[in-house]
């Protein structure tokens, strides 16, 4: 038997529900406007839904771009972004949590100061860096720039901070290295934290769309947000087609960001009862 | 828009050190001088190879791309390549980027208001080099469109896409109440008459359909000033001499926006905002009866909208000053001189290619661009789109019976971008009633000088 709902529990179901209806809206309309022509969009008042549902806009985006490649590239890179940050980062951290040398504040506020520095001033030396390196047209080029993360590095440090000193005297007794040390305990620990730099890391790679631009010159090496560029009209917007463009490129992050919720509740709570 | 204008303003100041080095302009002198020896030798074989950059997205893209097969396919020297590098502000960003270290193609497509930012780089081989060199005909080219990008009369780059301004009007709502659709509104005060009149409420009150609904964009009250006869920057709008102020700040400049915000006081003009695109929204949807826009979006409402569309003369003064006219916009194409000799004379080849009238007319049909050359009016597929569209005819004849001179040649300075920015953000604080417009034009005039100014002395010839 089902107990029924308690007011309480009710009230904040309904409330969540609004919320995640408004938060969620956007996505929602970009949806039901990629299934709508061109006037049906143009009628006032906006209709939320589509009166005759198709899918010309979507076969429209697959005419007019290739964005199987784009995906597939801007996927390549996001990981390899990814992977280079969490390897990065989790050492960086790891010598600014455990590791007692001179100068660890120091260079600590160093680095975390380079979070003040505006992405465009650093992009006319990056390029020119990616340029003599002959990294134009490039994975390399695309990703490597990004494989360090300051944000990532003190995230991953105030949660490698939250681990008992204890243990890693423990594991100094027992001779771990300090790699062992790092691979075994630390990582599984704060893998949480680590999850969140790497989806934090993957979408903002992602969804960048001034450097993919500056540094690639074929249409082999652009990136999804590249792509969607290429489907505006610089006098008439087609809506229609923009919305199926950005759901093709919205879908596989979303079902990555489910898949990689999983992992972080069970990170989460991994460890949770024994204590 | 608004951000990527800022990021371009940016770039701009970042780089007008790099311009400033990059050596001074592009042979300052006189009218009469011949210009070619700029250009490589007659002799030089064209290149196998050279890059475009364009920033044309969509439809026009498809349509850019055709031009290039048929070029590549016309003839064995040399193969063009086009790419497609964002907006045409993320264009002239990365063009600046590539400069500082040598990567910019042999070919690039910059906006209208990109042009004296160009010349000031001094890494541009003037279109009137190559024209003077090959006593290239330009008889038969648009004379308010070529005009536009000339610089002390010296054509600068090759004029590609090419519109104007004009009104559009919905017949339907016309007719309903009781307007002749012939005979659209000309001046200030018929065009208010007249959204008074196509102005509706329902019985609530609530306006729901306005008569006038232009969107709060720099370039429309750039054409305003020109209908107007006046300048917008002196110097000859920038255009005999380096501009050195903002000059709109006068009668002309007042009567507009008097007019725009009695309009919106009154109930029958509509505001989207600084947002062409809600803009040409609000008229599809018949939420306002007329508005003002690019002739480029004509097909897209003639496609979009479930009313017949109409096309009038731009708006202008009651006393419809006889200097008064519009101006064009679009962009051009210029030669890089950082490229050797032999991808700039390909890259002169394409351009001749991209003149020609059959080229220029299956241009017009597919993107709703004018013709660059009278003659593409003659060619099968712009007689087709005539036909199609004879609205489209408005916007011609509009453009060929503007007088020309320096008001409807259009202001030229190296900081437009951001003049346009401001002048939006101008607009919108009188729109607003933040401001009263004598002092809005006064303010946004200091701070753009003061602009023009730092410009100036980073680039100096």
């Keep these: 038997m089902r107990r029924p709902l308690r007011p309480r529990t009710a009230g904040a179901y309904a409330l969540l529900g609004v919320t995640a209806v408004l938060i969620a809206f956007p996505l929602l309309l970009a949806l039901s406007y990629s299934f709508m022509g061109a006037s049906e969009i143009a009628t006032f008042p906006p209709p939320l839904f589509p009166k005759a549902p198709n899918l010309d806009n979507y076969a429209a985006v697959l005419a007019s771009i290739p964005i199987g490649r784009y995906l597939l590239n801007s996927f390549i890179v996001s990981t390899a972004v990814v992977i280079g940050q969490l390897l990065t980062a989790s050492f960086a951290a790891y010598a600014f949590a455990f590791l007692v040398f001179r100068g660890r504040n120091l260079l600590f506020f160093v680095f975390l100061s380079t979070l003040m520095i505006p992405w465009e001033a650093t992009i006319i030396p990056n390029y020119m860096t990616i340029r003599s390196l002959g990294w134009l047209d490039s994975y390399q080029g695309l990703a490597v720039p990004f494989m360090a993360t300051a944000f990532g590095t003190f995230l991953l440090r105030q949660a490698f901070l939250q681990i008992p000193r204890e243990l890693w005297d423990s594991a100094r007794i027992d001779g771990a290295s300090s790699l062992r040390f790092l691979r075994t305990m630390v990582i599984p620990l704060a893998r949480p934290a680590l999850g969140t730099v790497a989806i934090y890391g993957f979408l903002s790679t992602y969804n960048q769309y001034f450097w993919p631009l500056l540094i690639t010159n074929q249409t082999l090496m652009r990136t999804t947000q590249v792509g969607i560029a290429q489907l505006r009209d610089e006098e008439t917007l087609r809506w229609g087609l923009i919305m199926a463009g950005v759901i093709m490129v919205a879908v596989p992050t979303l079902a990555l960001l489910v898949l990689g919720q999983r992992q972080l509740i069970r990170g989460l709570t991994a460890g949770a009862v024994k204590g | 828009?608004?951000?990527?204008?800022?990021?371009?303003?940016?770039?701009?100041?970042?780089?007008?050190?790099?311009?400033?080095?990059?050596?001074?302009?592009?042979?300052?002198?006189?009218?009469?001088?011949?210009?070619?020896?700029?250009?490589?030798?007659?002799?030089?074989?064209?290149?196998?190879?050279?890059?475009?950059?364009?920033?044309?997205?969509?439809?026009?893209?498809?349509?850019?791309?055709?031009?290039?097969?048929?070029?590549?396919?016309?003839?064995?020297?040399?193969?063009?390549?086009?790419?497609?590098?964002?907006?045409?502000?993320?264009?002239?960003?990365?063009?600046?980027?590539?400069?500082?270290?040598?990567?910019?193609p042999a070919l690039v497509q910059v906006y209208d208001i990109g042009q004296r930012y160009m010349y000031d780089s001094g890494q541009v081989v003037p279109m009137q080099a190559f024209i003077d060199r090959d006593k290239f005909d330009t008889a038969d080219f648009e004379p308010a469109v070529i005009n536009y990008y000339k610089y002390q009369?010296?054509?600068?780059?090759?004029?590609?896409?090419?519109?104007?301004?004009?009104?559009?009007?919905?017949?339907?709502?016309?007719?309903?109440?009781?307007?002749?659709?012939?005979?659209?509104?000309?001046?200030?005060?018929?065009?208010?008459?007249?959204?008074?009149?196509?102005?509706?409420?329902?019985?609530?009150?609530?306006?729901?359909?306005?008569?006038?609904?232009?969107?709060?964009?720099?370039?429309?009250?750039?054409?305003?000033?020109?209908?107007?006869?006046?300048?917008?920057?002196?110097?000859?709008?920038?255009?005999?001499?380096?501009?050195?102020?903002?000059v709109y700040n006068n009668a002309q400049g007042k009567a507009i926006l008097d007019w725009w915000k009695a309009g919106l006081d009154g109930g029958y003009f509509y505001n989207p905002g600084i947002d062409n695109n809600g803009a040409a929204n609000a008229f599809d949807a018949g939420k306002s009866a007329?508005?003002?826009?690019?002739?480029?979006?004509?097909?897209?409402?003639?496609?979009?909208?479930?009313?017949?569309?109409?096309?009038?003369?731009?708006?202008?003064?009651?006393?419809?000053?006889?200097?008064?006219?519009?101006?064009?916009?679009?962009?051009?194409l210029y030669i890089m001189k950082s490229r050797p000799v032999d991808e700039q004379q390909a890259a002169w080849e394409f351009v001749k290619y991209a003149m020609t009238p059959a080229v220029q007319a299956q241009w017009q049909a597919d993107t709703g661009y004018y013709p660059i050359?009278?003659?593409?009016?003659?060619?099968?597929?712009?007689?087709?789109?005539?036909?199609?569209?004879?609205?489209?005819?408005?916007?011609?004849?509009?453009?060929?019976?503007s007088p020309q001179n320096r008001f409807t040649n259009g202001a030229v300075l190296g900081v437009m971008p951001q003049a346009r920015a401001r002048t939006q953000k101008m607009i919108e604080s009188v729109l607003l009633g933040k401001e009263t417009s004598q002092a809005a034009l006064d303010s946004a005039v200091t701070e753009m000088n003061t602009q023009i100014d730092s410009y100036n002395k980073a680039n100096k010839p």
């Design chain 2, 1 to 104: 828009m608004e951000g990527t204008m800022r990021k371009f303003a940016a770039f701009a100041l970042a780089l007008s050190v790099v311009a400033a080095c990059g050596g001074g302009g592009t042979g300052g002198g006189g009218g009469t001088t011949d210009e070619s020896a700029q250009a490589p030798g007659k002799d030089v074989k064209p290149a196998a190879k050279i890059v475009w950059w364009h920033a044309m997205s969509g439809v026009n893209g498809d349509a850019l791309n055709k031009i290039v097969d048929g070029f590549n396919k016309s003839q064995s020297n040399t193969k063009v390549e086009a790419v497609f590098q964002g907006t045409y502000d993320d264009l002239l960003a990365k063009l600046n980027t590539a400069l500082a270290s040598n990567a910019a």
């Design chain 2, 290 to 332: 007329m508005y003002i826009e690019s002739t480029a979006r004509l097909r897209g409402h003639i496609n979009t909208a479930k009313f017949e569309v109409g096309t009038g003369l731009y708006p202008r003064p009651d006393a419809k000053p006889k200097d008064g006219g519009n101006i064009i916009g679009g962009a051009s």
């Design chain 2, 153 to 246: 009369d010296k054509l600068q780059s090759m004029p590609f896409n090419a519109s104007s301004a004009i009104l559009y009007f919905n017949k339907d709502a016309f007719k309903e109440v009781g307007l002749d659709p012939t005979k659209p509104p000309q001046t200030f005060t018929e065009v208010a008459d007249a959204a008074k009149k196509l102005t509706k409420k329902d019985a609530s009150g609530q306006t729901v359909r306005f008569g006038f609904g232009p969107s709060i964009y720099g370039w429309l009250f750039e054409q305003l000033l020109a209908t107007s006869a006046s300048p917008y920057a002196d110097n000859g709008n920038g255009r005999d001499n380096r501009a050195t102020k903002v």
């Design chain 2, 373 to 401: 050359r009278k003659s593409a009016y003659n060619e099968g597929p712009s007689k087709d789109w005539s036909t199609k569209y004879p609205q489209f005819l408005t916007a011609i004849n509009e453009i060929r019976d």
